[in-house]
């Protein structure tokens, strides 16, 4: 029993691994494909309007140059961000999570609240990560199809416990049909469901269509300093 317990966890962690990767890999495909065509496009066309001597055209398509390449650097630093944040074991969960909260806001029409309540808490690295990574995939679902213009995330110890709530204002969807859906697309809450369960937390989604979605994450707490 405990070896065929071992097998599927090793399963569990290298679908979340293959997952991710696939994400991620299709990501900078799509984001160094999209800048190459529009960055060469604009090269060329600037060559040609330099031959013509049309500088005034070609100073005007530099500056558009100038603006896919700022855009492009933002988006590569977005998907930096999603390999892991490098702030996240010296400045601690709750500020690195204010900064994506940030990033998403500027890109986004979102209106988010966050409320914590973790000064002087000690949270173990991988629950760390496996929170910030529900949050991170919750808004990944959030922008491409919730459509949800408020967003609540609450970050509370209560009780000897560490409880992540994340609630949207969207779409929603049918939970039931969604997770009999074996779609590569939509492995993404399978994953965050995964990752909690590796933990020994608990995770609770309830969504229904035209009324929201809300995630449920609960920790027993590891320390507190």
Same mark, same amino acid.
């Given at each position: 029993?405990?070896?065929?317990?071992?097998?599927?966890?090793?399963?569990?962690?290298?679908?979340?691994?293959?997952?991710?990767?696939?994400?991620?890999?299709? %990501?900078?495909?799509?984001?160094?494909?999209?800048? #190459?065509?529009?960055?060469?496009?604009?090269?060329?066309?600037?060559?040609?309007?330099?031959?013509?001597?049309?500088?005034?055209?070609?100073?005007?398509?530099?500056?558009?140059?100038?603006?896919?390449?700022?855009?492009?650097?933002?988006?590569?630093?977005?998907?930096?961000?999603?390999?892991?944040?490098?702030?996240?074991?010296? *400045?601690?969960? @709750? #500020?690195?999570?204010?900064?994506?909260? #940030?990033?998403?806001?500027?890109?986004? @029409?979102?209106?988010?609240?966050?409320?914590?309540?973790?000064?002087?808490?000690?949270?173990?690295?991988?629950?760390?990560?496996?929170?910030?990574?529900?949050?991170?995939?919750?808004?990944?679902?959030?922008?491409?199809?919730?459509?949800?213009?408020?967003?609540?995330?609450?970050?509370?110890?209560?009780?000897?416990?560490?409880?992540?709530?994340?609630?949207?204002?969207?779409?929603?969807?049918?939970?039931?049909?969604?997770?009999?859906?074996?779609?590569?697309?939509?492995?993404?809450?399978?994953?965050?469901?995964?990752?909690? %369960?590796? *933990?020994?937390?608990?995770?609770?989604?309830? #969504?229904? @269509?035209?009324?929201?979605?809300?995630?449920?994450?609960?920790? @027993?707490?590891?320390?507190?300093?």
């Amino acid at each position: 029993m405990k070896d065929i317990a071992a097998r599927e966890f090793s399963k569990k962690i290298l679908a979340i691994q293959e997952e991710e990767r696939h994400r991620i890999s299709r %990501d900078l495909h799509d984001e160094i494909g999209q800048f #190459s065509v529009s960055l060469g496009s604009a090269l060329n066309i600037i060559e040609k309007e330099i031959s013509k001597r049309n500088f005034d055209s070609a100073l005007s398509i530099i500056k558009d140059a100038k603006t896919i390449l700022a855009n492009t650097a933002e988006r590569f630093r977005t998907l930096f961000i999603d390999l892991r944040p490098a702030e996240l074991g010296m *400045l601690g969960l @709750p #500020s690195v999570l204010r900064e994506l909260f #940030s990033h998403y806001t500027k890109s986004h @029409p979102l209106n988010i609240k966050f409320r914590e309540n973790l000064a002087g808490v000690s949270i173990k690295d991988d629950m760390a990560i496996t929170l910030y990574r529900v949050i991170q995939e919750a808004f990944n679902n959030i922008v491409k199809h919730a459509k949800a213009k408020n967003v609540k995330i609450d970050l509370l110890l209560k009780g000897g416990e560490i409880i992540l709530t994340i609630e949207d204002n969207g779409i929603g969807f049918d939970t039931g049909a969604f997770f009999k859906d074996a779609n590569i697309d939509k492995l993404g809450l399978r994953g965050m469901r995964e990752r909690v %369960d590796l *933990l020994n937390g608990k995770f609770l989604l309830e #969504s229904k @269509p035209k009324n929201g979605t809300k995630i449920n994450v609960t920790f @027993p707490i590891i320390e507190e300093m």
